[in-house]
């Protein structure tokens, strides 16, 4: 059997299942040692993270007030490393062709229920001027694995084209990427075409689940799979983005996976994953939820986010539309940095303004809310919804960023670059139809709120730099 060892960078290693059922018997044992416990929260308090071993302590601990102690924590956490501010971004499906057979999902091979739909370049420029309109700045590509109708040569050229439009005020500034685990070389091929990050979930980390949900399919090699994330970073990408889909097998042991992931990342590679997802199983074509014994309750759902946020308190943490706007609104409260809005799940759903019709949605959405809804709302809510991607354009990624963020200084650079691009949004994007509660009015007052809140220097300079923003004479990068 394969012994644990967090630097190598073999999947039986890095995520040994021996190692993690010792972690999980540990937290069995002691999760209601009221000392221990509290040991652990002391730990938590100085917000440089804690163990995997401890975090999996404090999951299993049933003690409703440890519990509140650990949101009040996360929240705290959050507002030490992200303010209020809130990254908003979209995804943008360019194929459901897949050769896989993974068994919770509509694109999976076998599926005759829904039509097959890979979009020509013009039909990408439409969606992504579609999503230009609506202000978005930073996309998350999804496509099925298929070589023969989504070869890497399409994905690339598909960056290209999307990177490549600016309509009118509008340019996507920065190009997530969630495509299949592949080689090395093609890694730098994509690094090469200036990606964010790549993401890639790892759906879930118990090698035996993986292989009975991946029957068939390239995917189905779960060693493959698991150390993407290596090649990805050994080809240069230094922005990668992991997680789990939270309902396929018993979330301690995914929780306790992630972590070690996360640690074998940033130990090896000396910056850890840029973002952890926390997507949760829900229904879609062809998919029975009632297969699936494993689903999560809201308030331990609740509870994973605000431990991951403790556990890595630097590494950005992001919910989709999957989740409702009710959960959502937790969830941003405790840990959650980045969310998508104005989604569509289908392949070119933006352009038709269609998601709930269309047969080639990946999954229903439980937040149909437009991009200005959720500006609106997070405003509403006390936060400073972000377009910004101004370190990356500047080069700050993997262990340049992660620095920084473990010293807390992102602070220094979001807070004004966040004012600036939601200044931006609202002069170009934004609604003024339903006076003060318009997203522009309650905006302005937002932006002039926040403004007063910097030292009087950096606060001129914004001002400035919002007014020249406004005109569209700052370039963004
Ligand atoms: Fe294909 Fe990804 Fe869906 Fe699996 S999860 S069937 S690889 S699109
Ligand atoms: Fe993100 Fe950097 Fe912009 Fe902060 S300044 S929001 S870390 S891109």
């Not at 404090?58 to 102690?69: C, D, K, M």
């Not at 920065?174 to 790549?198: F, P, Q």
């Not at 698991?226 to 018993?250: C, P, S, W, Y």
Request: proline content about 4%.
């Amino acid at each position: 059997m394969a012994k644990y060892d967090l630097m190598s960078d073999k999947a039986e290693c890095f995520i040994n299942p021996q190692n993690i059922e010792d972690v999980l018997s540990h937290a069995r044992k002691r999760s209601q040692d009221r000392a221990l416990v509290s040991e652990i929260l002391e730990k938590a308090k100085k917000m440089e993270g804690i163990t995997a071993s401890d975090a999996a302590l404090l999951l299993l601990n049933r003690n409703p007030e440890i519990t509140a102690e650990i949101f009040a924590l996360a929240e705290q956490i959050t507002d030490a490393y992200y303010g209020n501010r809130k990254v908003l971004f979209a995804p943008l499906y360019l194929s459901n062709y897949c050769v896989n057979h993974c068994t919770y999902c509509p694109y999976h091979a076998i599926n005759r229920n829904i039509p097959r739909k890979k979009m020509t370049q013009e039909e990408i420029k439409a969606e992504v001027i579609a999503l230009q309109d609506m202000g978005h700045k930073r996309l998350a590509l999804e496509a099925g694995e298929d070589p023969f109708h989504n070869p890497l040569e399409y994905i690339l050229e598909s960056i290209d084209t999307i990177y490549g439009i600016h309509h009118q005020a509008g340019s996507i500034r920065r190009v997530n990427v969630n495509i299949a685990a592949t080689t090395v070389e093609n890694y730098k091929k994509l690094h090469d075409a200036k990606i964010g990050t790549y993401v890639l979930f790892q759906e879930t980390y118990n090698k035996k689940e993986y292989e009975r949900l991946h029957p068939k399919g390239p995917k189905s090699d779960y060693a493959y799979h698991t150390e993407a994330m290596d090649r990805a970073m050994k080809a240069g990408i230094e922005d990668v983005g992991i997680g789990v889909l939270f309902g396929l097998h018993n979330y301690a042991y995914e929780f306790v996976a992630i972590l070690k992931h996360a640690k074998h990342l940033e130990w090896k590679y000396g910056a850890g994953p840029h973002t952890i997802s926390v997507p949760r199983l829900q229904p879609a074509s062809d998919i029975n939820l009632a297969d699936f014994k494993n689903g999560l309750p809201d308030d331990i759902f609740l509870k994973i986010v605000a431990l991951l946020r403790i556990a890595v308190p630097y590494t950005g943490m992001i919910m989709s539309t999957r989740e409702s706007e009710h959960i959502r609104r937790q969830a941003l409260k405790i840990g959650i940095s980045q969310i998508s809005g104005g989604s569509k799940t289908t392949v070119g759903g933006y352009a038709a303004h269609d998601n709930t019709t269309s047969k080639t949605a990946q999954f229903e959405l439980s937040d149909e809310r437009t991009l200005d809804e959720v500006v609106n709302w997070l405003m509403t809510l006390g936060y400073v919804p972000s377009f910004c991607t101004a370190c990356y354009g500047k080069g700050r990624q993997g262990v340049d960023f992660m620095s920084i963020c473990k010293q807390k200084q992102i602070h220094n650079f979001c807070t004004p670059n966040a004012l600036l691009t939601l200044a931006e949004y609202l002069s170009n994007y934004a609604s003024d139809a339903d006076g003060i509660h318009s997203t522009k009015y309650i905006g302005a007052q937002l932006i002039e709120a926040e403004l007063q809140q910097l030292p009087e220097t950096m606060r001129k300079v914004v001002r400035a730099r919002m007014e020249e923003a406004i005109k569209g004479n700052v370039k963004f990068v």
